[in-house]
């Protein structure tokens, strides 16, 4: 319906407030049809112009008629996001109480943001037209070149791809053939991969097939599933079965992995397996590349998109699932600006879109079992590895007392050796990076504190810094100790630097490859060093968290886990869900061919309960015990929690918000329990002193709705301007 003069056009801009703009159309744009999801150029300010996204028309403003200015201009012919689209980002703004602006626009292609117009990139297929068909060849004997290529196009009759570099040397040919309509142009669609001979297909085991069909008999339904398999059991390829029957049916799948570097193997399970357009969203894309892919799959060209968290952000023409694989990884949470959970933004956008969700881990989440529990998701178990592969055994080394050389038990260097001589491989996981994580003077105990933040400078052997883990700062190693000038300073503790020069000690011709930030920080080396793990050019692996997920080591038989205290003891209360996800996956690396492999775990706290339990009882097991605790000390899965976090070079401007937001919440509700406001665990980051206020209620939606009034209250409180303030619901990192 073509907007009136008087009707108001409510938009929103990229900017951090929690309402919408209002303009009219004016003269120039009343009497044009105008739907949500358009992008407009307004008037901002007295000077500005700004993009923005047209969320609807009324006739109603909250500002005065007289002080509405006009559009200035509109962008699109067509509105560029769906009205599906619309609806789910509308609800992710008043469920996160994030500004509309900043949610549409921080979840678009930066050049969608930038008011770039959007143009799909279509390729072509040369073809040849009937009358290209019926041509007499000797007609073209003076042209040896249109001949040549219409002779190719007879040899190859299903088309050639415009863009084929073959076809440069027959530029002129080209077009001279289509000038006289002897070949056409169409627009197609090219697949990864157009081999016919396709690896060969694994045959689902009984537990992959019921899975399968389990998701399949909900194709076009909205079902939440948690495929909830060990590592090792298939989950991938029951994936790539619900893909395959999505594609056949002209649907689109959209599957989000924690990292794309970390997951290559998963990409090309998927490519080699899926005869389909598949999109792959990952940091190297240039914005255009970005803004192309994303264009394939608003417009059905794509029909699998991968990526990583911002990727459930990607408009689908025909959605056909959601997946979630290691839907427990942290980095599906944002953790700055927009504060959302791809993982339970996708469970929204699939009940809306009514299609199922598939959420997949060896070690799910508390929040997904609970809905397990409850029997909000359906659970699909995957018990045993796939083929011949075994669950590791696992086995805990008492440190206490024992002799240790650096951070190794003897029965830990027994062991290495036994299989290094058996060529086999082993994996040693500490997560900590850098040669020690503490810097000490002898003589007067001074420490290496990094000066903006509140924690030690970890010390980096390989270029002699000290670093901040938290704000990246940098300096160098000081000579002497800048307290006493003594010249003995300790570096103690352990990284995975002194781990790899201590190993490489003992077992002077091992080949040892350190995996973690610092080693893969050039791009491509991640990859590599995979591929050298591969073709047996490493016996010995050290690495932090990135060797946990996802990899397939074949000849890898033996795992350490060199220091398992560090995730007993912390003031996180999800800190132990943590330690037990990463033993698990780290665990999952070992013996997934035909060898049982070994996981060896070093403790100064064998007894501890949760250790117990994750050893001798599983994974499982270990979070019923997690969930009972909680469900007694009611917190999360069992309460809801927001935090609104300040701070300040001054604590007292941070102090004095919290105290003003604390008070505006209990003259709103008693039902709420607020905390604080308190210092944040690291009091003190990148200069600026941190403070927070806990919001927690076992009712979700009562938290929901009282933290909307209040976010906008706090907005307009003097105090919060002078601060840095932001709000995290359901917040996953306490930090
Ligand atoms: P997960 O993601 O659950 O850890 P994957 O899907 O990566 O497990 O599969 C682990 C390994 O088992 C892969 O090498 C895969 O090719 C193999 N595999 C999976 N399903 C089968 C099957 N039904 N028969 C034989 N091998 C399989
Ligand atoms: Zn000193
Ligand atoms: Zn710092």
Same mark, same amino acid.
């Given at each position: ?32 049809? #105008? ?23 009324? @006739? ?14 509109? #962008? ?254 942290? *980095? ?11 993982? @339970? ?48 055994? #696992?086995? #805990? ?89 003594? @010249? ?68 890898? *038989? ?13 003031? @996180? ?163």
């Amino acid at each position: 319906m073509p907007v009136r003069p008087q009707h108001i056009l409510h938009v929103a801009l990229a900017v951090p407030v929690r309402r919408c703009f209002d303009y009219l159309p004016g003269e120039k744009f009343s009497r044009q049809v #105008i739907k949500p999801g358009t992008r407009l150029q307004v008037p901002f300010g007295n000077t500005q112009t700004r993009t923005g996204i047209l969320l609807n028309v009324s @006739d109603k403003s909250e500002v005065k008629a007289e002080r509405l200015k006009p559009i200035t201009s509109i #962008i699109d012919e067509q509105p560029i996001l769906s009205v599906a689209d619309l609806r789910l980002k509308q609800w992710a703004s008043d469920y996160y109480h994030h500004p509309i602006g900043e949610t549409l626009f921080s979840t678009l292609p930066v050049l969608l943001r930038q008011g770039k117009s959007l143009k799909r990139k279509v390729d072509y297929l040369w073809q040849l037209s009937d009358a290209g068909k019926t041509i007499d060849f000797d007609a073209l004997r003076r042209a040896p070149n249109q001949q040549a290529f219409l002779q190719l196009l007879r040899e190859n009759p299903e088309g050639i791809p415009a863009t084929q570099p073959e076809n440069r040397k027959f530029y002129s040919a080209i077009k001279a053939l289509q000038e006289k309509g002897l070949i056409k142009r169409s627009e197609y669609t090219p697949v990864e991969n157009n081999s016919i001979a396709m690896p060969s297909p694994v045959n689902l085991n009984a537990d992959q097939l019921s899975a399968a069909n389990s998701i399949k008999s909900h194709l076009g339904k909205y079902q939440q599933f948690l495929l909830n398999g060990v590592t090792g059991s298939g989950k991938t390829e029951v994936y790539i079965e619900i893909i395959k029957q999505l594609v056949s049916e002209g649907k689109q799948a959209l599957v989000l992995v924690p990292e794309i570097g970390l997951t290559p193997q998963l990409i090309n399970r998927i490519k080699d397996n899926v005869h389909a357009k598949l999109v792959v969203l990952h940091s190297a894309l240039s914005d255009n590349e970005r803004l192309q892919a994303w264009l394939q799959a608003r417009d059905g060209i794509a029909s699998v998109v991968l990526g990583t968290r911002s990727a459930i952000w990607t408009p689908l023409k025909n959605p056909g699932v959601l997946i979630v694989d290691e839907e427990h990884d942290l *980095s599906y949470k944002q953790q700055d600006g927009f504060r959302y959970s791809a993982r @339970d933004v996708a469970i929204m956008r699939g009940k809306m879109d009514e299609t199922p969700v598939v959420l997949g881990s060896a070690t799910p989440s508390m929040e997904t079992l609970q809905n397990v529990r409850i029997g909000k998701f359906k659970n699909l178990r995957l018990p045993s590895r796939a083929g011949n592969a075994v669950i590791p055994s #696992i086995q #805990i080394i008492n440190m206490r007392g024992k002799r240790m050389r650096d951070a190794f038990s003897q029965t830990l260097l027994d062991a290495i050796s036994n299989e290094i001589s058996n060529k086999r491989q082993v994996l040693l996981f500490l997560n900590r990076r850098g040669f020690s994580p503490l810097v000490m003077c002898h003589s007067c105990a001074w420490v290496a504190k990094c000066k903006r933040c509140d924690i030690n400078m970890t010390y980096h052997k390989h270029n002699k810094k000290l670093c901040c883990h938290h704000c990246g700062s940098q300096s160098s190693l000081p000579q002497t100790c800048p307290q006493c000038n003594d @010249d003995e300073l300790l570096q103690l503790g352990h990284g995975t630097e002194r781990l790899t020069e201590t190993l490489a000690e003992i077992f002077p011709d091992a080949r040892i490859i350190r995996i973690d930030r610092d080693s893969t920080r050039r791009k491509d080396t991640m990859q590599k060093m995979l591929n050298s793990i591969n073709d047996g050019q490493a016996d010995i692996l050290i690495g932090t968290q990135m060797l946990a997920k996802g990899h397939h080591f074949p000849n890898l *038989s033996l795992v350490g886990i060199i220091d398992a205290d560090q995730g007993l003891f912390s003031t @996180d209360f999800r800190a132990s869900e943590r330690m037990g996800q990463l033993f698990i996956q780290v665990s999952g690396r070992a013996g997934r061919v035909d060898r049982q492999g070994t996981v060896l775990i070093q403790t100064h706290y064998p007894d501890h309960p949760l250790l117990q339990s994750l050893v001798t009882q599983g994974y499982n097991e270990f979070a019923e015990m997690l969930l009972t605790e909680r469900q007694q000390t009611r917190l999360p899965p069992f309460s809801y929690m927001a935090l609104l976090r300040a701070e300040d070079y001054r604590a007292e401007a941070t102090q004095y918000f919290l105290q003003k937001a604390r008070a505006m919440m209990l003259a709103q509700t008693a039902d709420i329990e607020i905390f604080g406001p308190i210092p944040a665990p690291m009091e003190k980051r990148a200069g600026r002193l941190r403070y927070q206020l806990l919001l927690q209620c076992s009712d979700r939606g009562l938290l929901r709705r009282q933290l909307g009034p209040w976010s906008r209250q706090l907005e307009t409180l003097p105090s919060g301007r002078k601060v840095r303030w932001s709000l995290d619901v359901d917040p996953q990192d306490m930090l």
